[in-house]
């Protein structure tokens, strides 16, 4: 096992509560306001932990929100530039 999936499992283990777990659909309604809220230089994680949580412990959906955060920086840099 990898360093990085050892520390999500453990995080998972000590951050799971029941009830308390977003599910990916659930985390991708929740995911362009987390993306806008880091463009914009806020503490996302902060603001919507759970997102930040499931996040961390779905590395799929990490990529999902990598990309996506690519794509809002872009939008940002261009509206920028005009």
């Known amino acids: 096992m990898k360093r990085t ?18 599910s990916c659909s659930d985390y991708f309604e929740r995911l362009p306001r987390y993306a806008e809220l880091e463009a914009a230089g806020e503490d996302a994680a902060a603001r919507l932990p759970d997102v930040r949580h499931h996040m961390h412990q779905c590395p799929e959906c990490e990529e ?17 530039s005009r």
């Open 5 to 22: 999936e050892f520390g999500r499992l453990i995080d998972t283990i000590f951050a799971a509560k029941a009830g308390e777990e977003l």
């Open 64 to 80: 999902v929100y990598l990309g996506l955060l690519e794509v809002v920086l872009a939008e940002k840099k261009s509206d920028a």
